[in-house]
């Protein structure tokens, strides 16, 4: 298995919804990452999770809350988000945190909050 | 810091026209190179990558060499298709124990019939 896996594909949600983001990979990565990509722009970096771990939180605000339950899991729960919010979700994971051979993404959920 | 720099687009191409896409960078250290493909409504997909100078990268048709000297990674098809269709991103990391890669903006190609 070499891929990662993200659920849903898709979502809509209210400014007052909660919500979960969902992503699972088996290839023994012990470095995951979320990364958010507005239209028309590179991916950029949220969190990165090493050993199940929170090791980088990159300024991103508290309605975004990441969760790693295991090795194979990295969820996103989103709360009270602003349509500013709405975007391309991307996860991806890496043997160990070091990008040297690069990373292997999922392939995201479109998130629009309305 | 790190960047990358490569070409604008949008670029528009027909079938079987060669493809260049320029990418030059600035890190610290030896970076590796990567470039990534987005189709339509997708994710990122690694389409090929290069860890030390003068390496060659290639996947699919698609090359690139890491040129240390004049630091780019241009990547490059000989007869691209309307399926190659896609945003194509160089990205860089800077080694060690740095975990981020660097994007460039993004190239859309359009490949005509």
């Known amino acids: 298995d070499t891929e990662v896996t993200q659920t849903p594909k898709h979502l809509v949600m209210g400014m007052t919804n909660k919500k979960s983001l969902k992503c699972e990979q088996h290839?023994?990565?012990?470095?995951m990452y979320w990364y958010k990509q507005k239209a028309k722009k590179p991916p950029e970096l949220m969190f990165v999770?090493?050993?199940?771990?929170?090791?980088i939180n990159e300024s991103v605000p508290s309605r975004f809350s990441p969760e790693c339950p295991n090795s194979s899991l990295l969820n996103l729960h989103l709360h009270a988000l602003q349509p500013e919010d709405s975007a391309l979700y991307l996860c991806?994971?890496?043997?160990?945190?070091?990008?040297?051979?690069?990373?292997?993404f999922g392939s995201g959920t479109r998130l629009t909050v309305v | 810091g790190d960047s990358v720099t490569q070409m604008e687009g949008p670029v528009t191409l027909s079938e079987e026209a060669f493809l260049t896409i320029n990418c030059t960078y600035t890190?610290?250290?030896?970076?590796?190179l990567f470039w990534y493909v987005q189709y339509p409504g997708e994710g990122l997909q690694l389409l090929l990558k290069?860890?030390?100078?003068?390496d060659k990268g290639s996947n699919k048709g698609f090359e690139a060499t890491y040129r240390k000297e004049t630091t780019s990674f241009h990547l490059e098809k000989g007869s691209v298709q309307v399926s190659d269709s896609a945003v194509y991103f160089c990205?860089?990391?800077?080694?060690?124990?740095?975990?981020?890669?660097?994007f460039g903006k993004g190239t859309l190609l359009t490949v005509n019939p």
């Open positions: 991806a994971s890496s043997q160990v945190l070091t990008g040297t051979y690069g990373y292997t």
């Open positions: 290839m023994g990565h012990r470095a």
């Open positions: 999770y090493s050993y199940e771990k929170l090791s």
């Open positions: 890190a610290t250290g030896y970076p590796s």
């Open positions: 290069a860890t030390k100078a003068d």
């Open positions: 990205a860089l990391n800077s080694g060690g124990s740095n975990y981020k890669l660097t």
